[in-house]
């Protein structure tokens, strides 16, 4: 019979046993995610059904979590092995001799294991309301009675399922980074209000930012024009549009530059015309800007997304990719901001329920595509040069979000608007070099040609 040697690390202020928390709505719980001695001949590793591994190079492999910023080489950890009987034995004398020649390695990688987002049964979807909350990092928004009196309503279901993704990303970049995010509560006096969780120059990530908002009243006339100008036919009574609209937004700037920086946005609007009658519609998308070109991470990241996505169309991740790669350009440098995702707006097909379906399945994706690209590069080294060259391209990035990014115009359109918040997506640090160029043939070049040149990931 074939064992598994499982070699679990003790809990310590940057690290602990598990690699997410259990506890993780909207995640499968398949119990302790310790670290594998084993021997793996790719770069993705399936061992159980639902569970994704990673690691690099072939041959066997001492995995472990290290400390940020630099190469895990030499280190050992102190452990526990659950085996039986002589392959226990076996088991036992090979690890020790791993530890024992732990210098042997050029350095330890990781794999670690992300639970599929699995699907609630329609019992937890409407379960209590205040149950629910608990796990959140904040009450909502709206109140909790009032939740609770319009429970059927999207309003109500999109609300909770933003909450629920912002608190399963909170508890997932505080356990790898070891901080703990600032919750702050914000009222806009027009109507409304939202949360705001920032992490801020921690060991792992300069700045992480994951907000919710909830805001509500009549749309001004810029921001009216703005989906006119989008093909909306916005009929308003004496010149008011009352709307409502909600979402979830989150951009994750690392400091090691081997560790991409991650975007998320999944919204709901309603505008109510003067009949009565109102129009709906979701938005939203995942997108991932690697600082240099790894074609494992690109792997990972789009093929969960297609399979989010193919639950609900066969043509939505395909059609929704392209769009994706058209949104995130910065057309006065002729280069896509990343490496892309997906991105909508306007969905409003083929009806309210499915559509919010899709949304939630895209939502759930957020932990899985991005984590386990996180704790593969955890123990990356870099250099000066790479460092300088992630700040070149964080300039690019504040470039896209200030001219083009269209949640930061409406944003700063409406009255009351946060723009701490609306702000957040900036990072700390950021450079812009006059007439920057990278040498022919380096992997700063090869960056560019996949930022110039989009690229099929699956």
């Known amino acids: 019979m074939t064992s598994i040697v499982f070699f679990s690390v003790k809990k310590t202020a940057q690290t602990t046993r598990r690699c997410l928390s259990s506890h993780f709505k909207g ?121 609770q009196k319009r429970k059927e309503e999207m309003s109500t279901k999109m609300e909770m399922l933003i909450m629920e993704t912002q608190a399963e990303f909170c508890k997932a970049l505080q356990e790898v ?87 998320f946005n999944y919204r709901y609007f309603e505008i109510e015309e003067e009949d009565g009658t109102k129009q709906w519609w979701f938005g939203g998308g995942t997108d991932l800007t690697p600082v240099y070109v790894n074609k494992e991470d690109g792997l990972h990241f789009h093929k969960t997304l297609k399979d989010a996505c193919d639950k609900h169309h066969p043509q939505y991740y395909p059609d929704f990719k392209k769009w994706c790669d058209r949104y995130f350009y910065i057309r006065h440098r002729g280069e896509t901001r990343g490496i892309g995702g997906i991105f909508f707006d306007d969905l409003d097909s083929p009806n309210q329920e499915e559509a919010f379906n899709f949304v939630k399945s895209c939502a759930r994706t957020v932990v899985p595509c991005y984590l386990p690209i996180v704790y593969k590069h955890l123990n990356d080294s870099f250099t000066a040069e790479e460092k300088n060259w992630q700040q070149i391209r964080r300039g690019r990035y504040v470039e896209f979000n200030l001219v083009y990014d269209r949640g930061v115009k409406f944003g700063l359109a409406t009255p009351g608007s946060r723009i701490e918040s609306i702000l957040m997506s900036l990072p700390l640090t950021a450079t812009w070099e006059y007439m920057h160029k990278p040498a022919k ?17 699956v």
């Open 27 to 147: 995640l499968a719980n398949s119990g302790d995610s310790g670290w594998f001695l084993c021997a793996t001949h790719s770069p993705s590793v399936s061992l159980f059904p639902g569970a994704r591994w990673f690691s690099r190079g072939t041959g066997a492999r001492f995995m472990f979590r290290g400390t940020a910023g630099g190469s895990a080489a030499g280190r050992t950890r102190k452990g526990v092995l659950a085996l039986s009987g002589a392959a226990a034995v076996t088991a036992a004398a090979a690890v020790v001799g791993f530890l024992a020649n732990a210098d042997h390695f050029q350095r330890a990688e990781m794999a670690t294991r992300v639970p599929r987002a699995a699907e609630k049964t329609k019992e937890e979807e409407e379960g209590d309301i205040v149950e629910r909350c608990r796990g959140f990092m904040s009450a909502p928004v709206t109140d909790i009675g009032v939740l």
């Open 177 to 263: 980074d070891g901080g703990t995010f600032n919750v702050d509560r914000w009222d806009r006096k027009e109507g409304g209000g939202g949360i705001s969780c920032v992490m801020q120059d921690g060991k792992v990530f300069e700045k992480a930012g994951v907000n919710v908002s909830v805001v509500f009243g009549n749309l001004t006339e810029e921001a009216a024009k703005q989906m006119r100008s989008r093909g909306k036919v916005l009929k308003g009574k004496d010149g008011k549009l009352p709307f409502c609209a909600m979402g979830v937004s989150s951009v994750i700037h690392p400091k090691n530059p081997h560790i991409p920086t991650v975007h």
């Open 441 to 457: 043939g380096s992997r700063e070049a090869e960056m560019m040609e996949v930022l110039r040149n989009p690229k099929e990931w």
